[in-house]
């Protein structure tokens, strides 16, 4: 069976420091591996994929994502946290069907 | 860009009431799908449509039914609302079922029922 674990509830980052938000997950062949972003009181938006090919992927807003095959990882990173991205991050991965995980609270502090 | 746009934002609902919740996607999407989010469980999938008048059910659709007449609006039905359905409902389309390109959702409807 597919599953996404996001081990961390809440995350609280200082502004322009680096940011991690963690995802693990396990599903039997390759997957496709995703991060959304919810703001408050909107539904989510997409921010980056991995499919296949380069393990480091880039997406919007100046985010991106490791994925580590060894470890079944798909961290989402940003360099500099800004206050405008706190939010509600969901990871999620296609295997059979489509799975997300419970999701992890940002918080960038000012 | 892709729109999907779910008609109502909040509702405020009975118990036991009927309760339709209409979302509707403007790119010729196949795929639609309903999810309920609630806090720490994530997303869970309640209904999902490949095609128009086909319909499959998720992960949860205990208490719902779905409708897809047109190709472009997929219908979430409440057959008679409980307090436990109290949630924030999203809609989701996609391109083909290869999810090469992800979801793009709605915005989301907060429904509570009391």
């Known amino acids: 069976a597919q599953s996404v674990a996001q081990p961390e509830d809440q995350v609280n980052v200082a502004e322009g420091n680096p940011l991690t938000v963690k995802c693990t997950y ?12 919810q703001y408050p009181n909107r539904g989510l938006q ?56 419970p999701g992890t609270r940002l918080s960038v502090l000012p | 860009d892709v729109k999907v746009t779910q008609s109502s934002r909040y ?34 999938l309640i209904y999902f449509s490949y095609d128009v008048k086909m319909k499959e059910k998720g992960d949860i659709p205990e208490g719902y039914s779905v409708s897809r007449e047109k190709k472009e609006r997929f219908s979430l039905i409440l ?22 390109y992800g979801y793009t959702f709605g915005s989301g409807t907060r429904l509570t029922v009391v």
Request: one cysteine or more.
């Open chain 1, 26 to 37: 396990s599903v039997s062949g390759n997957p496709y591996l995703f991060w959304y972003v």
């Open chain 2, 11 to 44: 509702l405020v609902k009975r118990t036991g009431e009927k309760v339709f919740l209409e979302c509707v996607q403007d790119m010729d999407h196949e795929n639609m799908f309903w999810y309920r989010q609630d806090p720490g469980l994530g997303l869970r």
């Open chain 1, 46 to 101: 997409f921010l980056l994929k991995y499919i296949t090919g380069d393990n480091l992927v880039k997406g919007s807003y100046g985010f991106e994502a490791e994925f580590n095959k060894s470890q079944t990882s798909f961290h989402l990173k940003k360099p500099s946290a800004l206050v405008s991205d706190s939010a509600l991050y969901f990871c999620a991965v296609y295997g059979q069907n489509f799975v997300f995980g």
């Open chain 2, 79 to 100: 057959e008679s609302a409980s307090t436990n359905q109290t949630s924030m409902y999203l809609c989701a389309s996609s391109l083909d079922r290869s999810l090469a």
